[in-house]
Antibody, heavy 120, light 105 residues
Framework: EVQLAESGGGSVQPGGSLRLSCAAS????????MHWVRQAPGKGLVWVSR????????TYADFVEGRFTISRDNGKNTLHLQMNSLRAEDTAVYYC?????????????WGQGTMVTVSP | SYELTQPPSVSVSPGQTASITCSGD??????TCWYQQKSGQSPVLIIY???KRPSGIPERFSGSNSGNTATLTISGTQPMDEADYYC????????FGGGTKLTVL
């Protein structure tokens, strides 16, 4: 079964750091672009970051402002998101998502999400 | 930055047709996809490349995209279709619409 499983969420104080991980299974991880999408409580979906298949190309939403780093380990079928200088507005469920093959950015597989809470 | 606009809510009676719009500048020139998110669950892709359905998605879900508006249509809406629906496109980066809460009553 194709699956994505996030981990690493939790509660942290403003200015703190967290490292999210996403374990992929059931498909050839190294063939796919991967993304992170977040959803604040009661709010809509917001794109955060993406990484190409070999990890050499990364892109971030403007609000990241150099605070987050996306990476991947194709040998371990794992995606990461290192989040530094966290702010209260970063509080959200963070989803690891797989971009479907093709020339469009549609996400065909979503993880269950991991909750990040930033508060004093 | 590019923006996609959806109505906050849409209501439909069971068995009727629901239409959810997504508006953006020259959206018809881009591929649009749609996600369904039920309460407490992760989103599910239901339409990609404007009008294609992934395997396992019922035929009652369809999509179109022209001009400045993409539309998700649910024919013969069922109570199980009650959910939040999000459109998504790509400009310089991935962009989501604000979401539409579909109520079936």
């Amino acid at each position: 079964e194709v699956q994505l499983a996030e981990s690493g969420g939790g509660s942290v104080q403003p200015g703190g750091s967290l490292r999210l991980s996403c374990a992929a299974s059931g498909f050839t991880f190294s063939y796919y672009w991967m993304h992170w999408v977040r959803q604040a409580p009661g709010k809509g979906l917001v794109w955060v970051s993406r990484i190409n298949i070999d990890g050499r190309r990364t892109t971030y939403a403007d609000f990241v402002e150099g605070r987050f780093t996306i990476s991947r380990d194709n040998g371990k079928n794992t995606l990461h998101l290192q989040m530094n200088s966290l702010r209260a507005e970063d509080t959200a469920v963070y989803y690891c998502v797989r971009r479907r093959p093709g020339n469009d950015d549609a996400f065909d597989i979503w993880g269950q999400g991991t909750m990040v809470t930033v508060s004093p | 930055s590019y923006e996609l606009t959806q109505p906050p809510s849409v209501s439909v009676s069971p068995g009727q047709t629901a239409s959810i719009t997504c508006s953006g500048d020259r959206l018809g020139d881009k591929f649009t996809c749609w996600y369904q998110q039920k309460s407490g669950q992760s989103p599910v892709l239901i339409i990609y490349q404007d009008n294609k359905r992934p395997s396992g998605i019922p035929e009652r879900f369809s999509g179109s995209n022209s001009g400045n508006t993409a539309t998700l249509t649910i024919s013969g809406t069922q109570p199980m279709d009650e959910a939040d629906y999000y459109c998504q496109a790509w400009d310089t980066n991935v962009v989501f619409g604000g979401g539409t809460k579909l109520t079936v009553l």
